[in-house]
């Protein structure tokens, strides 16, 4: 399978009813994901690193095929130049093992102070990584890094190492009319997409506007780029967020079902082999 798609938790109170089947227990939430969707962003591992045992409950709980895309620990990405922090960044590696089969790419966010002048420590970092390992991807969030040098550089040392690219679309929270719920996630950096593979995969973090037409002509964009990216063979990782998380599972099953409609060589989404309930009949 060469397309992966989910969202950036699994675990939400208020998808109970519409994701999960009524009165589902929390401790049911990543069970119950897992067999709707194909892929899930580890946000949960950026704050805190859990133990042994939760990690084989993890594996336990998830179908095969399933893969947790996780986020190294802030303790490591976000303390300054990253070198010195190779030993825990491979000690973070070897205790996600537990999760088997189930460890899909992990990846790199460095915050907005890091910028390009600190290119000869990022180069041994993603040098120490064992790729043969786990997969990574980098999200940078410097603005320099977007530069046309810059970007070369980082671009052809990605491509050396086979370390994927991050891509965070912030275009629809940013371009689209304000709403409240947007305060937290317009302090994500505004940065310039660059679509740009620099490995056999990709990994997509969409940031939606909670108004779904706003979201709309950027899904299409990235439909153009998911049904190319596969046909030339890359695996993609597609990570729908929204400001108003009830509406992320959502807005997913219908980029899933923009691509469908596009004969996009796409896997059927789980979720859809769930029977729906039948729709009310209107009274005439």
Request: glycine share 6%; aromatic share 14%.
């Amino acid at each position: 399978m060469n397309f992966f798609l989910g969202c950036a938790v699994w675990a939400y109170k208020d998808w109970v009813g519409d994701l999960f089947p009524a009165k589902s227990r929390p401790t049911d939430f990543l069970q119950l994901y897992s067999r709707r969707f194909t892929t899930v962003e580890g946000n949960t591992t950026f704050y805190s690193v859990p133990d042994a045992e939760t990690v084989a409950r993890w594996a336990a709980e998830t179908p095969p095929g399933f893969e947790f895309c996780l986020k190294l620990p802030r303790d490591i990405t976000h303390q300054g130049l990253l070198a010195p922090q190779i030993p825990a960044a491979l000690g973070f590696l070897e205790h996600m093992q537990g999760l088997g089969d189930r460890l899909g790419p992990m990846f790199v966010q460095l915050p907005p102070s890091y910028s390009p002048a600190w290119l000869d420590d990022l180069t041994a970092f993603l040098q120490a990584w064992p790729r043969e390992t786990a997969l990574l991807a980098l999200e940078v969030r410097h603005l320099d890094w977007f530069k046309s040098t810059h970007a070369t550089q980082l671009t052809a040392l990605l491509e050396e190492l086979g370390v994927g690219r991050v891509l965070l679309d912030t275009r629809a929270v940013y371009n689209g009319p304000n709403d409240p719920q947007l305060n937290s996630e317009r302090r994500k950096p505004k940065l310039p997409l660059q679509p740009t593979v620099t490995a056999p995969f990709s990994l997509v973090r969409f940031i939606n506007h909670p108004e779904r037409e706003v979201n709309e002509e950027y899904w299409a964009e990235w439909v153009t780029h998911v049904d190319q990216w596969l046909r030339q063979g890359t695996r993609v990782y597609f990570f729908m967020h929204c400001p108003q998380e009830a509406r992320s599972p959502g807005y997913a099953r219908a980029f899933q079902h923009l691509l469908e409609k596009q004969g996009v060589p796409v896997p059927a989404l789980p979720w859809d082999s769930f029977d729906q309930p039948p729709a009310q009949l209107s009274l005439f």
